[in-house]
């Protein structure tokens, strides 16, 4: 008989850096999971990405096991550090924070394309483009 999904849960963790502490461990609690089975597997697959925060989707099952899946850095992460700012834009369509080279853009498409549904590179660089500019940030065309 197949396993049934409790909850699928999404988790924002520093790469390499997860401890039993929150979020982790009131997440991993709350279905009663052992938060360091979660703790130590992760952070050794996330390790050379140390420095970024991932995002990690958590699927929990009925007999308290559990799979995950990490789906890389965040994409407005990746602008942001591609720019050297802060934050984006509190009004993205009248307040300009920014603008994307193509360079960048193809850049952080080539970062991104494992971890989204995208095709082929043209398809993802459209993705970033849109959440660039939802930031306040212009692409050159």
Known sequence: ???QITANLKMRIPAGGATAGPPVG???GQYGL???????????????L??????VKLKVYDDRTFD???SGVPTDDLILKA?????????PHMDK???????Q?????EAKIKFTNGNDIEAVKKQVAGTARSMGVEVEE
């Open 50 to 55: 140390r420095g970024n925060d991932v995002i």
């Open 26 to 28: 009131a997440v991993m």
């Open 97 to 103: 924070v920014g603008k994307l080279t193509q360079a």
């Open 34 to 48: 052992n938060s360091m089975d979660f703790v130590n597997a992760f952070n050794s697959q996330t390790a050379d």
């Open 68 to 70: 995950f899946v990490v």
């Open 83 to 91: 720019l050297g700012i802060k934050k984006g834009s509190g009004k």
């Open 1 to 3: 008989m197949a396993k």
């Open 105 to 109: 853009l193809t850049d952080i498409a």
